[in-house]
């Protein structure tokens, strides 16, 4: 196995592996082998949107804001929802509102955010986008046997929330 997080062909050299230490050379990268997977998965959805005029990032909160709340969801709940930052998500949500993409509406409760909503557009956009990204998933997962890719998606997830979790640590160790 290469340090590249290759997979090898041979289950007992994986076996093998596994009795190494975990920054061994021989041994798969966790960083290493979740960047790829998204690098080419972000790749790939973007090359397959392009005519839609949209970023797989525009994409995200076009999902976000559709599954969310009706009434819309303010900047704050969708920078959490999208384990992203502040600044990133107004900064994307500035170039959609001048897309008209999304809207923005006084919140109903706080005088200070906005429920962001998306336009007709923006649903338009979204809903054919969706249709690309659940084939890409498909095509993407289909490398799995079919019984193993829930697993793996609930294993991924526990990833996730373990990433987000040391990260929740990690800064309030250093504020």
Same mark, same amino acid.
């Given at each position: 196995m290469s340090n590249d997080g290759s997979v090898k062909s041979k289950p007992q050299e994986i076996q093998a592996t596994v009795a190494l230490p975990i920054d061994a050379p021989?041994?798969?990268?966790?960083?290493?082998?979740?960047?790829r997977c998204w690098y080419g998965l972000n790749q790939t959805f973007r090359r397959r949107i392009a005519h839609l005029e949209i970023t797989p990032d525009q994409f995200t909160v076009m999902r976000t804001l559709q599954e969310?709340?009706?009434?819309?969801?303010?900047?704050?709940?969708?920078?959490?929802?999208?384990?992203?930052?502040?600044?990133?998500?107004?900064?994307?949500? $500035?170039?959609? !509102?001048? &897309?008209? /993409?999304?809207e923005r509406h006084p919140h109903e409760t706080d005088r200070r955010a906005y429920q962001i909503q998306l336009k007709p557009v923006g649903k338009q956009?979204?809903?054919?986008?969706?249709?690309?990204?659940?084939?890409?998933?498909?095509?993407i997962l289909a490398v799995l046997p079919e019984a193993k890719r829930e $697993?793996?998606? !609930?294993? &991924?997830? /526990?990833?996730?929330?373990?990433?987000?979790?040391?990260?929740e640590k990690t800064t309030a160790r250093t504020t």
């Open positions: 021989e041994r798969r990268r966790l960083p290493l082998l979740l960047r969310g709340n009706p009434k819309g969801l303010t900047q704050r709940e969708l920078t959490d929802l999208m384990s992203s930052d502040p600044n990133t998500i107004a900064s994307l949500l $500035e170039r959609m !509102e001048a &897309l008209g /993409l999304v956009k979204y809903e054919e986008a969706r249709e690309i990204a659940v084939s890409l998933q498909k095509e $697993e793996f998606l !609930e294993h &991924l997830a /526990l990833i996730a929330g373990a990433c987000r979790v040391v990260s």
